[in-house]
């Protein structure tokens, strides 16, 4: 068990930068995610914290205890990787205890142990399969229990799910999420899936070319986005974005204004990125909302409809219940809930407010 | 333009049947999702319509025509796989050309048709460039932009999402209905992913063990599934499905008289057949509403867990032997441990035989 710091880590290959003065602090028991598109350092920032690879500049502490220019041994920190590694020849039982053989711990203490993880992972019944006669969810729960038999301080996932069908990733995420409420440790996650990262974590970290943008609860990043980046990552259907300029109190934008005294942290005329999401707009009769436009799309998901809203120079897209009766060319109104309306400077993409 | 119709089709590899006596109707200009789990013969399926793969019993017809026997290059039909067969050597303008070109189209044609399409596939910019320099989402749009332009008598698409991200699939999908619009042609798509069927089908044809289960409309098929797969592959989360039994003016989860839930009338005749109060009662996750625990009409549950995700908390329940799922939006975050009441939509919930898994159909309302 420990908390994890990371000060102003940076990590250079030839001219990219990798990690930027990556600041982020994991708090013991916690489960972090860090979540962003591919190549934003997700992958580098689990390499350097397990000591894979060295820092080009910062500082890495395991509580309080400087690690920057320890061996990956000395870190006692665990892993589960994307391609699961297990070995083709040994069995569940044998793949598991392997990091404990490895360590010549005592046959009772890996017994112990062993019954501890294949029953938490409920896995006891394959244990004596090797790993090609497994499913992939049970490949996947072998190689986190190989993972968790060691009493590491920190264990590391690098997309552990990913390989997996749609169905199995709901079922094997909250299955991760209950395992470590259940034991209290330190689970640090890296996935390019914004729904996971949201779903597992109690806190996500964000990050932009090699920077952490944001670091927060899940719930909290999505209601307050601190960047326009951040707030286009997060959320499905994504976030709208229309430019827009104060207008005494509310905002002009290319749709029409915006409804409510929504745009009073403005001045006149400052120009902004107004971010709109989907679920906050509310359609309704063209006569009773500033912001119009005509039904460009209307996709029926079941549950919910995606209705998209176009006035020849932008659209926005408005969540409606999975009976709505919109057409396609139906000229709409829309009003906006203002806890679902963001403002972004122009210039850097900082939040207003 | 062709309606497409399959007869008692059959495909079989030795012992396996990849796809059993299948009847299909496909309307002129119809979009069609075959939609199933990885293995249930829905590839199968199109690679017969195609006339890639042999029937080995059955009829298929385009426009009433028998074309069981004729060879793929005679069926008029065009194809996008999920890789894109794209000539990496050309520019994307010959290779939007190059199906037109074969057909032996007029040069002027074929330039203004490449406009077209190029425009609408937003691939202007990008004319020149040589194939092999596009992006992964790119080559996609100059896939189906290749096959569309020929407007063949059917389009087949066979996953072609699969490999783009998320946020582009939905960027696709708007694309892909916009296409289908304008050409009006008749498009068999072929997808595991449930979102996509739904977002881009006029009618499913829901696959599962070589077997087709429901052909119907995106609406219906979610809201009357016709047995417990359907139920279940349909709709993210699934459906709730939990073994209940019946009682006087409702069912009891679990055998329990603590949660009994009292459904309407309509709902209740749809058992009025069967043999044994042990139902499976369903119902989706988005149809239930927090309540007050012990108010009228609810039943009580604990929270296990909570997922926030967004717009919505996915809330994770036990009541009595039962595990299920509840959508609430933002506003409503019970935490773990906590005891709540629950409302069922019971307008919305379904009665399926516990043995044959098919959904118990309520009577008919009578009118007036």
Known sequence: MAEIKLENVSKRYGDVAALDSANLTIEDGSFTSVFGPPSSGKSVLLRVLLGLEPVDGGRIAIDGKDVTDASPNERNLSMVFQNLALFPQLSAQENIVFPLKRRAAREEDINARLDQVSSVLSIAHILHKKPAALSGGERQRVAIGRALIRDASAYMMDEPIAALDARLRDVMRVELKRLQIEQGRTFIYVTHDCEEAMSVADRMAILEAGRIVQVGKPDDVYARPATLYVAKLVGSPGINVLEGEGNDGSIASVLGLVNGQTGERLERGQKVHVALRPEALQLGDPADAKLKGQISDVERLGGFSVITVNNGEAQVRAIASGDAPHRIGEHVGVTVDPAGLHLFNIEDGARIG | ?368
């Open chain 2, 1 to 368: 333009m062709s309606s497409v119709r399959l007869e008692a089709t059959t495909k079989q590899f030795g012992d396996f049947k990849a796809v059993q006596s299948m009847d299909l109707s496909i309307e002129n200009g119809e979009f069609v999702a075959i939609l199933g789990p990885s293995g249930c013969g829905k590839s199968t399926t199109m690679n017969m319509i195609a006339g890639i793969e042999d029937v080995t019993s059955g009829t298929i017809r385009f426009d009433g025509r028998d074309v069981t026997s004729v060879p793929v290059q005679k069926r008029g039909v065009g194809f996008v796989f999920q890789n894109y067969a794209i000539f990496t050597h050309m520019s994307v303008r010959d290779n939007l050309a190059f199906g037109l070109e074969i057909q032996g189209a007029p040069k002027a044609e074929v330039d203004k048709r490449v406009d077209e399409m190029a425009q609408f596939m937003a691939l202007s910019h990008r004319l020149d460039a040589k194939s092999s320099a596009l992006s992964v989402n790119e080559l996609q749009k100059l896939a189906i932009g290749r096959s569309a332009i020929v407007e063949p008598s059917i389009f087949l698409l066979d996953e072609p999402l699969s490999n783009l991200d998320a946020a582009f699939r939905e960027k696709m999908r708007a694309e892909l209905r916009g296409l289908q619009r304008a050409l009006k042609q008749t498009m068999v798509y072929v997808t595991h992913d449930q979102i996509e069927a739904m977002g881009l089908a006029d009618r499913i044809a829901v696959m599962n063990h070589a077997v087709l289960q429901q052909f119907d409309t995106p609406d219906v098929i979610y809201a009357e599934p016709a047995n417990v797969f359907v139920a279940r592959f349909i709709g993210a989360p699934s459906m709730n499905i939990l073994h209940a039994r019946i009682g006087e003016g409702g069912v009891t989860l679990g055998g329990r008289d603590a949660d009994f839930i009292p459904l309407s009338d309509h709902l209740m005749s749809a058992a009025r057949d069967l043999r044994s109060p042990d139902v499976l009662f369903g119902f989706r996750p988005e149809n239930l509403a927090l309540t007050e625990p012990e108010s009228p009409g609810s039943f009580t549950a604990e929270v296990v867990l909570v997922e926030t995700v967004g717009r919505r908390n996915i809330v994770h329940l036990v009541s009595g032997m039962s595990n299920f799922l509840a959508v609430f939006g933002r506003g409503a975050a019970p935490r773990a441990g906590e005891a709540i009441g629950l409302l069922v939509d019971t307008d919305r919930a379904h009665l399926f035989d516990p043995e044959t898994e098919e959904r118990l159909m309520p009577m008919e309302m009578s009118h007036g």
